[in-house]
T-cell receptor, first 108, second 113 residues
């Protein structure tokens, strides 16, 4: 069981922020939220992860609600190259199971 | 090397033959996963290694599948008596132990004919 729920697909206009939601209502206190993406025909790529606090890196921002039951991955200025399947995963230590993810299509 | 290396990148084999897929993780990474991804599908967990601990084999689909990790580094995934439904991309990922992110290899595309 992936323990997460994501919309199957989303569209975003190039240059706009892409906000990808994820529900993880059964998350436990010591489980982290991870985001990966997979561009067609490539292996998944790590994006960001967090436990309780919001996180930001050069790729994206991760906003985790106070109750930790949901999170949002934000790509601040989406480009065509951000078109991919985005996976939200909750895990403790090294149990990492992927769900179906969200297919994000960035349109010109 | 700088990344996770998998070999071969492509493998075509006849039904019933055995195949070995290799994964070279990033040096110093103690955790290693194998996944497979069938065409148009998500990632299916196969097996997980962490240091010297017993591997988590709960994702292996049948006893035709096995994996080893020698010396805590290189891992080999073996599929015996291959079937057409084994055709998929087999992905390996490694990580430092703990909560760090995983780095994936480019995968081995296995085609059973």
């Amino acid at each position: 069981d992936a323990k997460t729920t994501q919309p199957p697909s989303m569209d975003c206009a190039e240059g706009r922020a892409a906000n990808l939601p994820c529900n993880h209502s059964t998350i436990s206190g010591n489980e982290y939220v991870y985001w990966y993406r997979q561009i067609h025909s490539q292996g998944p790529q790590y994006i960001i992860h967090g436990l309780k606090n919001n996180e930001t890196n050069e790729m994206a921002s991760l906003i985790i609600t106070e109750d930790r039951k949901s999170s949002t991955l934000i790509l601040p200025h989406a480009t065509l190259r951000d078109t991919a399947v985005y996976y939200c995963i909750v895990r403790i230590y090294n149990d990492m199971r992927f769900g179906a993810g969200t297919r994000l299509t960035v349109k010109p | 090397g700088a990344g996770v290396s998998q070999s071969p990148s492509n493998k075509v084999t006849e039904k019933g033959k055995d195949v070995e897929l290799r994964c070279d993780p990033i040096s110093g990474h103690t955790a290693l996963y194998w996944y497979r991804q069938s065409l148009g599908q998500g990632l299916e967990f196969l097996i997980y290694f962490q240091g010297n601990s017993a591997p988590d084999k709960s994702g292996l689909p049948s006893d035709r599948f096995s994996a080893e990790r020698t010396g805590g580094s290189v891992s080999t995934l073996t599929i015996q008596r291959t079937q057409q439904e084994d055709s998929a991309v087999y992905l390996c990922a490694s990580s430092l132990s703990g909560a760090s992110g995983y780095t994936f290899g480019s995968g081995t595309r296995l085609t059973v004919v």
